[in-house]
């Protein structure tokens, strides 16, 4: 099983906010968990960051979060993850779409994947395993 991690997700472990969900935090929490986290994710978390709507410092300090964790793999946003979103309208938000469109790339490779979301959005699809 492979882990993707969505924006928030990400931030929310990163601050510690108990906004995550149980599940979610005990996969980020767990040594041996494989995650992935989607470039666009990244870029989101960045940007966030940035606005200052977040407790995590900077974004120095963010990358080095990331850097730091063996258990990363930063999944690219290339033609493949364009592509996969192509019909993917029950998902309304484009940078939601590119992150369902990761786990889907990764299924459709023989892996079992879920995704750590909490989004309504991407939940109600039903495209994806959701682990909250």
Do not use: Y
């Amino acid at each position: 099983m492979r882990f993707v991690v969505d924006t928030h997700a990400l931030i929310w472990f990163l601050e510690g906010n108990s906004r995550l969900g149980a599940k979610a935090k005990a996969v980020l929490e767990d040594a041996g968990s494989p995650l992935v986290l989607p470039a666009i994710a990244l870029a989101e978390a960045v940007w966030i960051v940035e606005r200052g709507k977040t407790s995590i410092p900077s974004v120095t300090a963010l990358m080095n979060a990331i850097s730091a964790d063996p258990r990363v793999t930063i999944a690219p946003l290339d033609q493949a993850v364009i592509q996969e979103t192509i019909g993917l309208s029950a998902i309304h938000e484009m940078h939601d779409r590119q992150i369902v469109a990761t786990a889907l790339l990764l299924q459709n490779q023989g892996e079992t994947v879920s995704l750590l979301t909490c989004d309504q959005n991407i939940t109600a699809s039903g495209l994806v395993s959701v682990l909250w």
